[in-house]
């Protein structure tokens, strides 16, 4: 089983700052894309940023230039480094990605348990 382990969430002021960590763990033999989500009270998951297995990185619109994902293929972890955060932002963040157990099994996707992040006065 792969278990993916999300922390840094938490209560922010508008402008501040928050970084999200997001640990993969358990049998697993290659990692494909990593990538965060958000889901906000009464709307749909949407994807916020993702990460292929080398360097390539890819936005929604409404976080271009505030947010960057990044990862560390040695700890298995991707993060997103949240800056000038506003209160659209707020929302209960996911882990994604897509991995295999075996170098002969499929990709298959996985998801954290979610962490709340809050933009507030």
């Known amino acids: 089983q792969v278990q993916l382990v999300e922390s840094g969430g938490g209560l922010v002021q508008p402008g501040g700052s928050l970084r999200l960590s997001c640990a993969a763990s358990?049998?697993?033999?290659?990692?494909?894309?990593m990538a965060w989500y958000r889901q906000a009270p009464g709307k749909q998951r949407e994807l916020v940023a993702s990460t292929d297995s080398g360097t390539s990185t890819s936005y929604a619109d409404s976080v271009k230039g505030r947010f960057t994902i990044s990862r560390d293929n040695a700890k298995k972890t991707v993060y997103l480094q949240m800056n000038s955060l506003k209160p659209e932002d707020t929302a209960v963040y996911y882990c994604?990605?897509?991995?295999?157990?075996?170098?002969?099994?499929?990709?298959?996707?996985?998801w954290g348990q979610g962490t709340q992040v809050t933009v507030s006065s």
């Open positions: 994604y990605t897509s991995a295999r157990r075996s170098p002969y099994a499929n990709y298959l996707d996985y």
């Open positions: 358990g049998s697993i033999s290659s990692i494909r894309a």
